[in-house]
């Protein structure tokens, strides 16, 4: 065997960790593991899918790979040149030959392709010549303690695994929990070196956001600087509520616009990185001791400065080791995740900064396997943030220069553009995009009120405020042919902002042809839009426009309003009501069918009443499924991109 193949047992043991991540998940999960695989001694690098080549495979002792599924069964963006790498057809089967590896999948099971991504990944690997030396795993959003439920036995299963087959050598043992891994990066003050016993006196004040009173749901003006990948200046042209100041949910109405042309399709998405509040990141200041750090200037570099810079692990944040005048509060506003539901790992780190024996034992204790239901019930049960375990734990305290490297760091949140056809420009040849937003705000069992990060961010936000955001292929994927063929489209509450725009898209298609062919009517079919929602007076998003639409695009609009009535009635109720109808666009006239909205139980039940369509929908006997033959046309329409779910 060659140097580069090292045997189980050798003094050379490498681990390389690989993602594709859509959301962030994926990345921490990998993330996690990396960190096992240095306390095992291998020599760890985690990386992104794309950033690697598939024939550097070999040359690792053990390859992880943790990958999520977005869109319609498909890989996130982070991975896909390295998956079409893969399906290249001149690739011998021998191709990955001597590459050994295991995977975890993460995916929602109200999803009809659960886990596809990782599954077909699997399979490409067997079938280039890869050896699997541990069984994949798979995490479920959907599953009643979370990722953790799956993914903890499987990583403590998978530490056994790798010290039976990959044996440290005599009188080596695992790194401790209790031992702490040191920093990849770390911060510094631009004046002295990384990881300093001190620091200058003199402070650097700054500004605070301007604020005013006159408009109490959006009152900062913001200009985001921040140097985020791919990032697109937006200026925010409507901070709009769109239900009334009784309605139990804040929705909102967003325009932003940028001043290029950019293309984008229904289905896309617009990724928005939050920022913490100046009170919050104060709070974090003050309860680590960071006050006399906070308005300095900071740089981030990495902790081992020898290594070669093509062997420096990726920095925790994109574009920050270069970023000429960052403060430790700016940092803190702008990147790190304090209001995060704490993983595992973040607890486990906490343990090393505290000398107190009791908060350290706890802090421990909900990080081992055994003990699942108490981390699941003391973190993501009551949504308890970092911010609050801190105060908790307030013997913690973490070096400021250890920032980056502990807390995690804010991930982008995609949302549904909901603006299509000529919504999507500006008069100036600009772009436009729309949003519609529910502001996350609820009360949790230990009664604690509780925000979403983002939509407080953005809901506090004035016209005339700058933002970065990222535009990213959504899963939709609608061809012109379906945009005019019949479609059923079901989106209850904000799920029918992608929607929306798929119905201003199929405006602009017939305006077009109409152009084209005066006096000619356009070959669109009827579309069918299943409206859910509470009341049709508080929140029937965008009524008007259904009507204004409907004399282009052949729209007939059915509802469903769960609380305007005695008996609840929801969008599977409707399809229900109306087999007939449903059972002529899907089957007589091939119709595709687009879920969007929230995950959970609305798609599965939704599924199930099409189903049942296809079953009683026929208008004689011979027309009409058996329950397994109707199963099987869905299947059919999945298959053949007739059925498109984009829910979260």
Known sequence: MSESQPTPGSQKRSALVLYGSETGNAQEVAEEIGALAERL??????????????????????V????????????PANARTFWRSLLLKKLPPTFLSGVRFTWFGLGDSSYPKF??????????????????????????????????????????DLRKHLLEKYPLPRGQDPIPDDVQLPPKWGLQLQSQDAFPDSEPPTP???????????????????????PIHDGLTATLIQNKRVTPASHWQDVRHFIFTVPDAVSYAPGDVICITPKNTPEDAQSLIEMLGWEEQADQLVSLVPSDNARPIEDLPAPPIHGLESHPKLTLRELVINYLDIRAIPRRAFLSSLAHYTGYEMHKE????????????????YTTRPRRSILEVLHEFDTVKIPWQHATSVFPIFRGRQFSIASGGELKRTPEGGARFELLIAIVKYRTVIKKTREGVCTKYISTLRPGSTMKVQLQRGGLNS????????????????????????????????KSYQEENPGVDPPIEPTLLLYGGRNRAADFFFDAEWQQLSSLVKLKVLTAFSRDQE??????????????????????????????????????????????????????????????????????????????????
């Open 41 to 62: 001694h291998f020599t760890t690098h985690v990386s992104a899918l794309n950033h690697v080549k598939a024939d550097s495979l070999q040359s690792h002792t053990v």
């Open 204 to 226: 650097k004040n700054t500004e605070d956001p301007k604020i005013s009173t006159d408009i109490p749901d959006s009152y900062r003006l913001d200009y985001d600087q921040r």
């Open 64 to 75: 992880v790979f943790v990958v999520s599924t977005t869109g319609q069964g498909d890989l």
């Open 479 to 510: 061809s012109v042919g379906q945009l005019v063929g019949p479609t059923m489209l079901i989106g209850p509450g904000t799920g029918v902002a992608p929607l929306r725009s798929m119905l201003w898209e199929k405006a602009a298609i017939v």
């Open 362 to 377: 706890r802090l421990l204790e909900f990080t081992n396997p055994e003990f699942i239901q108490e981390f699941w019930d």
């Open 115 to 156: 886990n596809w991504a990782a599954r077909k990944l699997y399979k490409r690997l067997l079938q280039l010549g890869a050896d699997e030396i541990y069984p994949g795993g798979e995490a479920d959003q959907q599953h009643p303690e979370g990722l953790e439920g799956t993914f903890i036995p499987w990583l403590t």
């Open 567 to 648: 008996r609840k009635v929801y969008v599977q109720d409707v399809i229900r009501e109306n087999f007939s109808l449903v059972f002529k666009l899907l089957h007589d006239k091939g119709g595709a069918v687009y879920v969007c909205g929230s995950s959970g139980r609305m798609p599965q039940a939704v599924r199930e009443a099409l189903i049942e369509s296809f079953q009683f929908g026929g208008d004689v006997d011979t027309q009409r499924f058996s329950r397994r033959e109707a199963e099987e046309y869905l299947v059919g329409m999945e298959k053949t991109g007739r059925y498109k779910q984009e829910t979260w």
